[in-house]
């Protein structure tokens, strides 16, 4: 039964403080991408990675960082530095970014500022 | 800079009418195209896709309509269901560009009532 995984469903964090948001997929795809969705603004690319360990930024990379250690995972921390937290966010996967542009999308964490 | 144009946030469509969609891009480097259909708290999915050397593609009660010269592209859905009351997301990616990442709009809420 592949497919991707995020957890928690629900976070909450404090102020100041950092969290991390899991991503894990079991489709052999290469590439991995986090997206954040706020009401009326569609979905926002945080950031994306083509193979393992290397990542690029997307359009709003500041206060979150990634890593990809191996091709299933792909963290995304949203630091002390993201001064507006609260959204939806969603990970998702493709085989590859040449070889087709259908990304699958994980269930996404909605992350709450305390 | 919004690349992908969905000028409607809503639509409300009866049961058993053809539902129609629309989307605007600007890049006309542009070459392939995807809906995305998404519930409330889920990630979203993906429904159907256009290349750019076609300007029609049709799955099922699904069909996807191209105006290149236009930069224009339209999703019909008919006949409407209440299952197909969701938000629709239309997302465009150059697939020769090394950047390998979807653009999407920001969607559309289809309510679609008995």
């Known amino acids: 039964d592949g497919g991707i995984t995020q957890s928690p469903k629900y976070l909450f964090r404090k102020e100041g403080q950092n969290v991390t948001l899991s991503c894990e997929q079991n489709?052999?795809?290469?590439?991995m991408y986090w997206y954040r969705q706020d009401p009326g603004q569609g979905l926002r690319l945080i950031y994306y990675s083509q193979i393992v360990n290397d990542f690029q930024k997307g359009d709003i990379a500041e206060g979150y960082s990634v890593s990809r250690e191996k091709k299933e995972s792909f963290p995304l921390t949203v630091t002390s530095a993201q001064k507006n937290p609260t959204a939806f966010y969603l990970c998702?996967?493709?085989?590859?970014?040449?070889?087709?542009?259908?990304?699958?999308f994980g269930p996404g964490t909605r992350l709450l500022v305390l | 800079d919004q690349q992908v144009k969905q000028n409607s946030p809503s639509l409300s469509v009866q049961e058993g009418r053809i539902s129609i969609l629309n989307c605007d891009y600007t890049?006309?480097?542009?070459?392939?195209f995807l809906w995305y259909k998404k519930y409330p708290a889920e990630g979203p999915t993906f429904l159907i896709s256009?290349?750019?050397?076609?300007d029609k593609n049709e799955d099922g009660r699904f069909t996807v309509f191209l105006n290149k010269s236009a930069k224009h592209l339209s999703l019909h859905i008919v006949p409407s269901q209440p299952g197909d009351s969701a938000v629709y997301f239309c997302a465009a990616i150059t697939r020769g560009s090394t950047l390998g990442r979807l653009y999407f709009g920001r969607g559309t809420q289809l309510t679609v009532w008995p």
């Open positions: 256009i290349s750019s050397i076609k």
């Open positions: 890049n006309s480097m542009f070459d392939y």
């Open positions: 489709l052999n795809h290469d590439a």
């Open positions: 998702a996967s493709s085989i590859g970014v040449r070889t087709t542009e259908t990304q699958y």
